[in-house]
Structures are given as C-alpha cells and as structure tokens.
C-alpha cells in the first residue's frame, strides 16, 4: 500500500454529465499527478499539480481540470463527459516536484453510458 | 514519434524460471526509466528505476539493463513465483529533475506464470 487514496472506487456517469474525483496524496507528499488508462493501455498523463497550481499538462482538452488544496489532495474533473472517457483514472503523489518516483493509488473507475 | 512501448503483449513463463521483459524507447533524451507492476484492480506498484548514466541496477529480483546505444530496457525477474503474475510497464521521465511531463508510459506485457 502506498498511502495514495483515491474516491469513489467506482462511478457510472452518461454522456454531457460532469464528473469529480478525489485523491489523498501519501503523508508528506506536496506533488500529485493524474493519469488517464484506458483497457489494455498504459497510463496517459493528464496533468501535475505542486503546490496548489497546475504544473504541466499533457495531451488532454481543457474540460479536464484540476484544483490542489492546501493539504495536498487533489480534484480531478471532467465535464461534458464523452463515451472515450471511460477508463481507470490514476492518481499518483511525488515527495516533492522534481522528485521521479511517483506512488500511484489504486484509482476510480469511471464508466460513460 | 517519442514513445515508449514493449515488444510482447504477453509472456508465459515455468514458475521458477528466470523472466525478462523487454522495453523499446525511441527519445534518446530520455534519461530516467522505471518499471511498474500492475495487479489487476491496482494502481502501478514501482518495482525499480535506473538513470541514463548507468547500465544496470539490481534490487531484489530484480535487474533492470538499459542499453542506450539500441535505445533498449529489459527487467529481469528472477525465480518467477506466482506473485509476480501482473502487467508489467515501463516508463520514462524525460527531465531527470522529474518535472511536469510526467511520466510516458508503454503498452505493458502482461506476465502469466504457468505452474
């Protein structure tokens, strides 16, 4: 276990709807990125948030956005929601920016209808 | 393109047998690897990293070699067990510094250990 927690376990949304999940970095840990994985894929990074502002983003439109809160957790949202978003969203805490190894939570499922 | 990606979708190994996977990257920048575990329901569970200043690094069970010239990462497992049977990714960070690219990772092999 990595200390990484993430909510809701699972999360079944349809089509135009908006979306918000949750994730509790590890203890001591100010750095938190989210990565997209669809079936049978590896992890796409969606964007890195150090110390409450976006970091870096990777190849994603602005209706994923994300917000980091003094504590260190983090918000990941979607909205418009489109049937290619179903996948497992990944959260992973670093000890500090510039820091390389990530500790990846067990993730949200999210399935579009 | 830049990519990184992985030459089998699958391997099946004897328990006990030496496994190694194998790893391709095309961005010779690149200059910070890792391999993840991945059990299914799970998030990636770091196994090992190396930097592109050295060519092999052990832990227990584990060996990764990075071969620069051919642009070439394997993971060797030794011993198989059971508990090994998972998806296996490598990845890259392409700042050494780590940084807001975040890590690019590969399609994944998917282990099976037969007993």
């Known amino acids: 276990e990595t200390g990484v927690t993430q909510s809701p376990t699972h999360l079944i949304k349809t089509r135009g709807q908006q979306v918000t999940l949750r994730c509790s970095s590890q203890?001591?840990?100010?750095?938190v990125s989210w990565y997209q994985q669809a079936l049978g894929q590896g992890p796409q990074f969606i964007f890195q948030?150090?110390?409450?502002?976006?970091?870096g983003r990777g190849n994603f439109p602005p209706r994923f956005s994300g917000l980091q809160f003094p504590n260190y957790s983090s918000e990941l949202n979607v909205n418009a929601l489109e049937l290619d978003d179903s996948a497992l969203y990944l959260c992973?805490?670093?000890?500090?920016?510039?820091?390389?190894?990530?500790?990846f939570g067990p993730g949200t499922r999210l399935t579009v209808l | 393109g830049e990519s990184v990606g992985l030459h089998l979708p699958t391997l099946s190994v004897q328990e006990g047998d030496n496994s190694i996977i194998n790893c391709a990257y095309s961005n010779s920048a690149s200059d910070y690897f890792i391999w993840y575990k991945q059990e299914s329901g799970k998030g990636p569970q770091f196994i090992i990293d190396?930097?592109?200043?050295?060519d092999k690094r052990q832990g227990q069970r584990v060996t990764v070699l990075l071969n620069k010239t051919v642009k070439h990462l394997s993971l060797q497992i030794a011993a198989t067990q059971p508990g090994d049977s998972a998806v296996y990714f490598c990845a890259e960070n392409r700042r050494s510094g780590g940084g807001a690219d975040g890590l690019t990772f590969g399609k994944g092999t998917h282990l099976i250990i037969q007993p």
């Open positions: 190396i930097r592109s200043n050295m």
């Open positions: 992973a805490s670093s000890l500090d920016f510039g820091d390389n190894e990530q500790f």
């Open positions: 948030y150090y110390r409450e502002e976006e970091n």
């Open positions: 203890s001591g840990h100010n750095t």
